[in-house]
């Protein structure tokens, strides 16, 4: 097993409220996830790698700007675990490091088109920016 | 602050005799004093018309009085309503200890009550007391009139009034109010803040000058018991007199005990304690942790209510955590 | 009627016809949507991490205004909702949570009463079904949608978590599909419409949100649709972007359907 | 005063040994009642009791304390010595100076002093007993069977074979239940139909049994050995006794398009009916929210083409009270609504199917006569997706789901990937599954083959979506063994529905008193040692009303439920246990409080009239306990606020005497 | 190291399914707890009258700890859930008066936890001692 960060992953559970020990293992969270195809460690494996500590593997992947938000696989959850808690609460402890953000304002008028709603880029400064 | 008028309840009460809605009528009666208030059947007009009487002394929960006079006779009893008497009512009628038929409850809206006990002990040789407001002029044999604030008077139980809303009635007189968020239980979690120590000391400060004199059982709209266990040689706990420093708190523990999840909180049993034990805080004591264990529960809300100590789920507190997180800090 | 209306920056901006058709709308049905002042872009997409306190301050701050309005709160973008309906359950839930809201807010000075979560949050749609009615909608109608088949689009914001949304039936809602019957159109049910357009991605990966956008509006359209409806601008613009169908607002269909449409038009600033 | 004696026993050197037995006997002496005190080597031994005999008579003892072992030991036998001996065997105590003394301290001086105060509290406490006599109550020998499945069939079969008479109230016009709808069974593959109907048969022949279908239960009073039970018969409409059967009635009538709850609504029935072929009892029903005639008044069509003239529009639902000695709940189960899980597009698309609706569909009775054809478009489907656990496992908070494993489906999942290759080697089959349970004689083995010969892919993982699309099912899933999400474009999806108890049971339990725990499950006595009784006495569990179960297991309790039925019935009085629930009707002030901590539902309120002391009459509700029923828990006895409610043979001063004593 | 000459007075209330049968087997296992304990069979935890407690206090006992089936494993089905709550409010209530909140104990000992029940019983001894004589709840008066 790789190294386990054990202080991140206390971190991540406190800031998620989620007790990644209600997992049964059924693998329907990545059986609905609608961003499996571009993810690298997909919702259960968020949910079984927080569990082992290998937070900071989760961290280095780009997952954790694929995630869509969506909440499919927290409502679907028969066991009531909420992955993309755990997936936020990662992607939150690494943008939340100095120099971590993974888009600047900077890089928002290459971006816009004609239409681009508001919306998108307040939601992606949340999602992407400290 | 009375918000309905004596005339009011009289009027209403008068209707109802001549309309033959009911036939006797459960009400105050003054006494010498307008602040010396007693319980009184009124079995017609004219008894009604000379002795009734509704003023801000009328704090006596009378519902426990509808166990005995409702026995008595088949004739239907009309029965005045605060918000708080309404709660010991629907619990009564829980533990079906009177006949809903034979009484028409009237509600009457109530901004709190006075004490007469605490203003003899205030001002000496009162003669007369009127309302105004929310001022009370004291009348007095040798010092004048006296003027205080309605608040300052006020007995202690109204100073943390539970609800202004009344949960059984027939007929409502003048406005319902609303359940309130009152700081009915600070004291208690003042005394769980305390080392046992000094729980310890002041409870036997308090409880060492009870004399067994039974007030707040009498009173108790919850204490209806044909035979109370204290009064039974069978029980094994009879007995009468305090005799040392563990009989009163026995009886008190027991007393508190068999009220537990019935007590709606109406306050009786300090009001009349003619010792000033603050006895509400025991009973309070029960219903905050019933609450924090159990999930809020109020005694009488609705009739037909299951209390949470006789019931269960399966994931209750052990008793050890319980003690615990009876100490306020759950 | 009486409500607080939040409309939300992109109503001001991109979405300026969900806006102003929702207004329009409104005064037929005798509601009246008073903007709460100040209001403040609810940041568009809800943090769900409890220690995330400040980006929710504005959300309570319109919930708080409402609630001192003595009116529920209205949102019509799909996005607002989810934003302001999630922070006001983490508000009635949260505790400690609440305590820092409160802490807070407490510095904006002045009189300051604590939040709770004590405002109801209703979404646009959830107004006409639970307030308004939709038969009161349907009595409005005066050019019916006949033959239209519309295929509403739920997107993920108004359902889920479903434990906070209360919305409907997350998995087989009907209210969109009971609001086009009422408008006299015929609701076309298919799979996807609870299925992610691929939302605020498509700023980081276009692809991503545009497989997304195009598996639904496929599904869409071959279950026989000829309009997709939406409540969401960020739904609009992916779904149209990736896919052949006309997407609408639902307020625009319902301004259609009330006759309302040809007399005025949303004019750009 | 009483006159107790005390017997002090050595049990060899086992007391003896750490206890000064003589010490313990001469103390005893000087307690107030004690008339005698003595000791022996084992008390137990046919001597010591000989002794306490003759100690009883020479010193006319109306008391008895045995110093000795635990009472769980020898209880018993001191108090048929106590019988014996003339006096009620409630007059003895044990004081435990073995297992609790001198078992458990090393020094003598210690040892003593305990086996002393120990002694000293059971004086206190039999100077304070009362003798109890255990009440009797007759038995009806006759037992109610609720509910005509397979379970309620083999209860009612085996109870009737031991002589006694049953009677099975189904609510469906016919017995045979959910196993009458599957098509084969699992692990061996024989066709329920073969195996069940015959049964079927049995009960209808057996002239011990009768069947009230088209019935339900409405009423329960009275207790073990005596239950009066209400049962609605509704009106059918046909005469039972008349009706042959013959079907003529079904081929006129003209309302053809009722939705046949036989085959879960996939095809059509008529308004009269009999619901399968081999229903028993095989008589018509018509069905009142269909038939024109009730409706309207106007057709009459069936009864003019019955040559029984069993058709009577005019009937009325008839009520019948009868008693039983025993009662068996045998209510059984349904799969859950598939409302909240609809990520599976089961609302839909008609091909996503639950497993009950495939049991029909593979069926040769069923709509497609066995062909496996896909309800849509009656195409065979090529590629079939399973999925499993759906709604079982689920967190216990989640309003959707059920928080147990529905225990089935593994099993029948792997009968029907079996059967399909088998029968249509073309078709692809997945089943995608979170663990594959098979806890059971033959199970893996069987389970094994669907994989090893029948070549049925099963992933490891779950679905979570599936897309209706032109005439497609896709299906997107996780197969996490390859940790990648699949796309299946399959024609037939097959949710394995998680089973929860019928509806009918939770009134029913209300009814009886019986408890059930938060899944409508009904409780069993004890999980271990009584899984096929209630804790209310009288009243057995047979089958899934207890908790999801496949047939072999729901035979076997149906035959337990059973045995313990003839146990109940054989007998002809029933002896209670005397140490009960009393309440003193003084004191009683019928607040209902006791009865809300009766686990037996054994207190009732009654109005009596009480004379006072002045003459006049007062009506006051007080508690009564039904001494059959009260288990003796005690329970009612803290409730009590008055005291009114006492526990014989443990009274409250009984208890207290022993406090004192020990704490003197 | 200074002999504890104090020897306080235990009073155990047991149920008669599991705990008696757990205090039963920790004597057949030879299994030592100080003789301090006293036990009190009843039929079911639920039996437990806080007037009986109260009266072993009061008659000069220095701990009274009640044993009952598991919750779940109640002879009665429901009996040990009662107790539970009852206990839970009784406890938090003396310890309200003051009273030291390890004098009162409930502990759950199945028939075959012997090793448990001579566990506990030590432990609440112990505990117990630590504290001292019960000089808050006893009655001078019955003491005499």
Redesign the interface.
Known sequence: MSQKNDRAKEQIL????VNPL?C???????????????MEY?P??FVYMVETGEIDKLMQSPSI??C?????C???????V?P??LV??VR?TVIRQKGMN??TADSIPA?LDD??????????????SK | MQEVTRDALLNKALELLKNGTVDRVLGYRVGEFSYDVTPAVFENEDALKKDFCWNSFCGANFSKYLISETAKTEKKLLVFLKPCDSYSFNQLLTEHRFDREKVYAVGVPCGGMLSGKDLREKVESVSDVSVNGDKVTVKTLFDGDLEFDFETLLSDRCKNCKSKKHVAYDELLGEDGEVLDSHRFDEVERLEQMTPDERFAFWQGELSRCIRCNACRDVCPACTCEKCVFDNPNSGVQNKAAADSFEEKMFHIIRAFHVAGRCTDCGECSRVCPQHIPLHLLNRKFIKDINSFYGDYQAGAEVGSRAPIVNYTTDDPEPSEAVERGHGNA | MKVSYFPGCTLRTKAKELDFYARKCLEKLDVEPIEPDNWQCCGGVFVSAKDEIASKLSSVRALKSAKEAGMPLVTVCSACHNVIKQTNYCMQNDADFANKVNLYMAQDGGEFTPYNGETEVLHFLELLRDKVGFDKVKAAVVKPLTGRKIAAYYGCLLLRPNKVMAFDNPENPTIMEDFIRALGAEPVVYAMRNECCGGYVVTDDPESSAKKSAAVTENAMNAGADTVMTACPLCKYNLSKNGGAPVVYFTELMAEAFGLKEEQHVTEE | MKRIGVFVCHCGTNIAGTVDVKAVAEAMKHEPGVVFSTDYQYMCSQAGQEMIKAAVKEHRLDGIVVCSCSPRMHEATFRKTAAAAGLNSYMVEIANIREQCSWVHKEMPIGTEKAIILAKAAVAKVSLNAPLTPGESPVTKRALVIGGGIAGIQTALDIADAGFPVDIVETKPTIGGKMAQLDKTFPTLDCAACILTPKMVDVAQNEKIRIFSYSEVTDVKGFVGNFDVTIKRKARYVNETLCTGCGACTEKCPMKKVPNEFNLGMDNRHAVYIPFAQAVPKVATIDPNHCLMLKSGKCGLCSKVCGAGAIDYKAKDEFLEERYGAIVVATGFNPISMEKFDEFAYAQSKDVITSLELERLMNAAGPTGGTLLRPSDHQHPHTIVFVQCVGSRCEACAEKGKEYCSKICCMYTAKHAMLIRDKYPDTDVYVFYIDVRTPGKNFDEFYRRAVEEYGVHYIKGMVGKVTPENGVLKVQGSDLIDNRQLHIDADLVVLAAAIEPDKSARPLATMLTASMDTNDFFTEAHPKLRPVESPTAGVFLSGTCQGPKDIPETVSQAGAAASKVIGLLCKDKLLGNPCVAHSDEMMCNGCSTCEKVCPYGAITYEDKEFRMPDRTTKVRRVAKVNEAVCQGCGACTVACMSGAMDLKGFMNKQIMAEVDAICK | MQVNEYKPLIVAFCCNWCSYAGADLAGNNRLNYPADVKIIRVPCSCRVNPMFILRAFQRGADGVILCGCHPGDCHYTSGNYYTRRRMALLFSMLDYLGIEKERTRVEWVSAAEGAKFAATMNDFVETVAALGENKRLEDLRCKK
């Open positions: 406190k800031m998620s409220g209600k049964m293992r059924c693998g329907k969270c990545s059986g609905t996830c609608p961003s499996y195809d571009e997909h259960h494996q700007y694929k869509l938000s969506c909440f499919a927290v409502d679907r959850c028969p066991r009531g909420e993309a808690k936020e609460a939150l993974h888009m971006l239409d681009l709603p508001q919306q998108a880029i307040v939601s992606a400064m949340r999602k992407y």
